[in-house]
């Protein structure tokens, strides 16, 4: 299968470290938003097949065996369990205090490890560990030691100074010693999910956590030695306004995390049922959560903070910003990722992994995922396998999420083609993006403009084939 990397010299424009690098455009905003794909992947998961199995994802291991010199590998473990529901979250999660389903689940993820270790047998070099959920903090301490030392018999990491460990945090479920001892159990960056500082903004989601718990959390893991601090927020809550969203962005930049995410609220209660318990009387209006986002946008650029794209912002000197800065960002499945060009191995139930020119999927329930590994098979059942169009668009669109440019004679150095000839109707469609502002377009390099970031979507949809396929429409958010 066809797969070559365009070159990191093909980058033109790096932003300067402290530049405010995108611009707010509201009108230009509620003008364009709409519902488009978060492209963590291309061709994204809606377009994922059931056709798509355990055999075909033995043949794309078998593939990356025969393509030369190895490369470092990504891994992605999944932990599905809550000890109480958020009512906006709509992540593949499993909400129980029967602690005894976590020992059954670790179990049977510790075989998927050992199967998958088996694999990729002397290629088994691991630069980048996310665990995410869920909650990976529902395992206990003496689980989570039990299992990191179990995926070190199975693979080899990268020295700390190197590799990226990443953990997902609710700060509700872990205590000082917890994140000492997440620390010390080999984990070098850690997340945790805010959301909103405001308590009737908690009340309402059901999401009740004290900004003192919080806090104490980020100083724990600065006292242990963590690399990275990053936090969540949402806006567009229930219970939300322009007042309480400044002061809850005043406290982050005040508690000065390395990242901060900053995530659009999608409110579908018709497909997640938690959502159905958010009183559609508490919402926010439309033009207030367009200036939540501005406020926001404005308050992190003022304190030094470099959009990275999305919904992702940095400091200056984090690894994200130094790794866009240098041409090695890339979107996967958990967002921005500094690792360019790694296969990525997923572990647990509803995981999805990206090894060679495929992507894969387990299982979404415990009991598919556990009757495939009692059946000694890795629980794949869908995926899909790029052909050389995929590949080429998906170059295109990731060069356009992490960069915010693209070199046509670069794309045509690593494939076959005449840009203009093979993207004739998209570049009539972008030119229409360059009317509105939001791209240039001097024939060699399409440039999103400072103005046009925040819609970066929009710009990247028009390369996107499967949108104007027939078939199910597939359910996205909005662009913004």
Request: proline share 5%; charged share 20%; net charge neutral.
């Amino acid at each position: 299968m066809f797969h070559q990397q365009i070159p990191v010299s093909t980058i033109r424009n790096a932003p300067a470290p402290f530049a405010n690098s995108v611009g707010f455009d509201a009108e230009l905003i509620r003008r364009l938003s709409k519902n488009g794909p978060r492209y963590t992947s291309y061709p994204t998961a809606d377009r994922f097949d059931d056709s798509f199995n355990y055999r075909d994802y033995l043949h794309a291991v078998a593939s990356v065996r025969t393509r030369g010199a190895p490369r470092s590998l990504s891994l992605y473990l999944h932990i599905p369990f809550c000890e109480s529901i958020c009512y906006y979250c709509a992540c593949n999660k499993i909400v129980t205090r029967n602690r005894d389903k976590a020992a059954t689940y670790l179990a049977y993820l510790k075989r998927e490890i050992a199967m998958q270790g088996a694999l990729f047998a002397g290629l088994n070099d691991i630069e980048q560990l996310h665990f995410g959920g869920g909650t990976p903090t529902y395992l206990s301490d003496a689980q989570m030691g039990e299992l990191m030392a179990h995926l070190r018999r199975h693979f080899r990491f990268a020295p700390d100074q190197t590799g990226e460990y990443s953990i997902e945090v609710d700060p509700r479920t872990v205590s000082t010693e917890r994140v000492h001892s997440l620390r010390r159990q080999g984990f070098n960056r850690i997340s945790l999910g805010v959301q909103d500082f405001d308590t009737g903004v908690q009340q309402a989601v059901n999401r009740v956590q004290p900004e003192a718990e919080t806090r104490a959390i980020i100083a724990a893991a600065r006292e242990a030695g963590f690399r990275s601090v990053s936090i969540d927020l949402i806006y567009g809550l229930p219970k939300q306004s322009l007042s309480t969203m400044a002061a809850t962005i005043d406290k982050v930049i005040d508690a000065s995390p390395d990242r901060i995410s900053i995530y659009h609220y999608a409110h579908l209660p018709h497909v997640f049922k938690p959502q159905r318990r958010i009183l559609e009387a508490d919402m926010p209006a439309s033009e207030e959560k367009l200036a939540m986002l501005g406020l926001c946008i404005e308050r992190l650029s003022s304190a030094g903070y470099v959009y990275i794209g999305m919904d992702h912002f940095a400091k200056p000197d984090d690894d994200l910003a130094v790794a866009q800065r240098q041409g090695r960002l890339q979107r996967n499945f958990q967002g921005y990722s500094t690792h360019a060009d790694s296969d990525l191995i997923a572990c647990g139930v509803s995981a999805i992994g990206a090894v060679g020119a495929t992507y894969s999927q387990n299982a979404k329930t415990l009991v598919a995922y556990y009757e495939a590994l009692d059946n000694n098979e890795l629980p794949v059942v869908r995926g899909l396998a790029l052909d050389l169009d995929d590949l080429l668009r998906r170059s295109v669109i990731g060069k356009l999420m992490c960069q915010f440019e693209l070199s046509v004679s670069a794309i045509e150095q690593a494939f076959p083609i005449s840009f203009a000839r093979h993207f004739a109707p998209e570049l009539a469609q972008l030119r229409t993006l360059e009317a509105d502002g939001l791209v240039t377009f001097d024939g060699d390099w399409i440039t999103v403009t400072m103005r046009g970031r925040l819609l970066i979507r929009n710009v990247c949809m028009v390369f996107d084939r499967y949108l104007a396929a027939p078939g199910k429409a597939p359910r996205h958010s909005r662009t913004v």
